[in-house]
């Protein structure tokens, strides 16, 4: 069966500082990829996404940015993060032949 | 413009009864995909139930089933039989187009409580 994985679970970070979050999916092969933000009792916002290795597609202007060295992983990162950062994080991945997709366990970022 | 409307913040059932959690999205595609998603407080985003625009059948998945009215634009959630469990938050997404990259568009979200 397929897993998606995440880390770090929460993370605690100055404003100004880098930062890499990382995300893979076992049990599948060229799945799109997606990163989500979740501004605290808000919807999801979709940040990137990606439909294979080095693909990268950017949604939202921002100081974010993404990457996909391999197929089952995809990174998120700043160079220097924002207090406007803050939130929850969300990696997801859906197979070219189903509709929905399926998230991993989430990344909490706060900026100090 | 909002896609996807979810008119409800916060909604109150009593245990085993059935409640309808309202959304309502805006698209100029013929070929879409409506989803709905449980978000406990741990965070996790948990798949519930899909509908495609050309699904001619509301949806049904155990207790949960959508009621589909695409003249109106709308994709309601309907849980029978509330359990303390279905206690989360409720998110209404919307896939444009018939494939492809499959952007979901969220909603704001609905809030459900179950009461014993």
New interface residues.
Partial sequence: SQTIHQWPATLVQPVGSPLSLECTVEGTSNP?L?WYRQAAG?????LF?S?GIGQI?S?VPQNLSASRPQDRQFILSSKKLLLSDSG?Y?C?W?T?GS????????T?LTVL | AQKITQTQPGMFVQEKEAVTLDCTYDTSDQSYGLFWYKQPSSGEMIFLIYQGSYDEQNATEGRYSLNFQKARKSANLVISASQLGDSAMYFCAMREGPGGYNKLIFGAGTRLAVHP
């Fill in positions: 799109n997606y808000r919807g999801l916002q979709l996404y439909v597609s949604e929850f969300l997801a859906r070219s509709g929905e997709q399926f998230f991993g366990p989430g909490r």
